[in-house]
């Protein structure tokens, strides 16, 4: 995300002037233009999400639980879809599940790293929030699901809120794919990335990471009706459908050709 110096040094800018640099967010954008680049040279474009797998189907959510295995009927489920690694703060949420009401469950779901530089790192923070979910005897209310999903869809639907603490996020496609599901989304305060998406109290909230202050918009965001979150899906669905992504980079790829030719 960030350009290194030696391109400054010896080939001044990295990217030409007729070059287009697509940036998943804001944020990303005005890391860009901090660079030196020129709006004309950034296409602000989030990731896409496939409308045919992420979409709104809040009635299907007792199926999915029952064909997934996941907690009662009756149960509110949180879930933490990212890999295992600090940044991504599902350390913080096993804290502050002690701070909600006993039907509350969460699912921390996502990659555990088995290899890398970082290997060592990220295989002491998988075991710490083991050892918190048994500190805070939380075994019964924490369903572990440490690997990649085929079908991340599937458990956005059995859920009922979306949950997105990290620290540091270029966008967080999870997130909107979530929305897109009609499921409620809870974020950090990152500038420039959720805050240009979640609109407090109609599809989630954004919130600093401070345990009760999480607890509490949690169960407001349980409360946010099914209607809100239909349009909420079709609005995500309307501006970054995988159909409507493809046409417009079709556009774009046919753009940068002609000027190439001429």
């Given at each position: 995300q960030y350009e290194p110096s030696l391109f400054s040094i010896f080939l001044k800018k990295g990217f030409p002037k007729q070059a287009l640099i697509v940036c998943i967010s804001e944020h990303l954008v005005n890391l860009c233009k901090a660079n030196g680049y020129s709006q004309h040279q950034i296409w602000n474009r989030p990731n896409p999400v496939d409308e045919n797998r992420f979409y709104f189907e809040v009635s299907a959510k007792i199926k999915y639980r029952r064909k997934l295995q996941l907690f009662d009927s009756s149960d509110i489920i949180i879930l933490h879809l990212?890999?295992?690694i600090?940044?991504?703060?599902?350390?913080?949420?096993?804290?502050?599940?002690p701070y909600l009401p006993d039907y509350y469950k969460l699912i921390l779901a996502g990659p555990k790293i088995d290899s890398g530089p970082l290997f060592e790192r990220d295989q002491t923070y998988y075991q710490t929030i083991l050892d918190a979910v048994r500190d805070h005897n939380l075994e019964k209310r924490v369903r572990f699901i440490p690997r990649f999903l085929e079908r991340p869809e599937d458990y956005i639907k059995a859920s009922d809120i979306f949950v997105l603490p990290s620290i540091m996020e270029g966008l967080g496609t999870t997130f909107l794919e979530a929305l897109a599901c009609g499921v409620p989304v809870v974020t950090n305060d990152i500038p420039g990335v959720f805050d240009k998406w979640i609109k407090p109290?109609?599809?989630?909230?954004?919130?600093?990471l401070n345990h009760s202050e999480w607890a509490e918009i949690i169960q407001q965001a349980a409360g946010i009706d099914?209607?809100?979150?239909?349009?909420?899906?079709?609005?995500?669905?309307?501006?970054?459908?995988?159909?409507?992504?493809?046409?417009?980079?079709?556009?774009?790829?046919?753009?940068?050709?002609?000027?190439?030719?001429s």
């Open positions: 990212a890999k295992f600090p940044r991504k703060k599902q350390l913080f949420m096993v804290e502050l599940l109290g109609k599809n989630g909230f954004i919130c600093s099914k209607h809100s979150m239909k349009l909420a899906s079709e609005e995500v669905l309307s501006r970054i459908s995988l159909e409507r992504t493809v046409i417009q980079t079709f556009r774009r790829l046919e753009v940068l050709t002609k000027r190439a030719k």
